[in-house]
């Protein structure tokens, strides 16, 4: 094969070159993205992501309800009187458990010396189930920084295996959604 002809511009048509071009364009944009979001750590799960453009995960749909290891619920204000709650799902040596946390009254910030209620329930798998169902069709983003300052929450985190700590930063369908969820938790802390 004669190398000169490989090289050789005057015999390729033109589009065909500018064609070639295009394609190299596209393909080194790609790798770079694939290199950024390797380096970087956060944002795209897998290369599938990197070309749907999804950021999130929902509950139930991309990942199994089954594979939920744990969820934190928080909330934390400065009012007057301060306020501090938080509710954990979490799954310990095969049993389903629920912690709950209360702080009230004393001064800002609240410590664990302020603490009126706490502890810690093993779930039925009724009571687990339950959970799950609460979660459901939930999304889970990346954690991003929160500019909000003062901001009481709910904070709301959902882990799961094989997450590798992309998506954490868990958002319920709807608001109904949530006050319910808080009424559940409030039966089990009772």
């Keep these: 094969m004669d190398k000169d002809r490989i090289y050789d511009t005057e015999r390729r048509p033109r589009h065909v070159i500018i064609l070639h071009i295009v394609i190299n364009m596209i393909l080194i944009a790609v790798l770079a993205l694939i290199v950024i979001n390797i380096i970087g750590g956060k944002g795209i799960m897998n290369i ?103 901001y009481s929450g709910p904070w709301l985190y959902l882990y799961w295996k094989g997450d590798k700590s992309k998506y954490q930063e868990f958002s319920f369908p709807t608001y109904g959604d949530l006050i319910s969820f808080e009424e559940m938790c409030k039966d089990l802390a009772h």
């Design 48 to 150: 599938s992501d990197l070309f749907s453009g999804k950021r999130e995960r929902t509950a139930g749909k991309d990942f199994p309800l089954e594979d939920i290891t744990e969820f934190y619920y928080t909330v934390s204000t400065s009012t007057d009187p301060p306020h501090y709650q938080r509710y954990r799902f979490y799954t310990e040596d095969g049993k389903y458990m629920f912690y709950h946390e209360t702080r009230e009254g004393g001064g800002w910030p609240q410590t664990e010396k302020d603490i009126t209620a706490s502890g810690t329930v093993t779930l039925t798998e009724d009571q687990w189930n339950r959970f799950l169902d609460s979660v459901n069709n939930g999304t889970v983003k990346a954690r991003e920084e929160s500019l909000d300052t003062g």
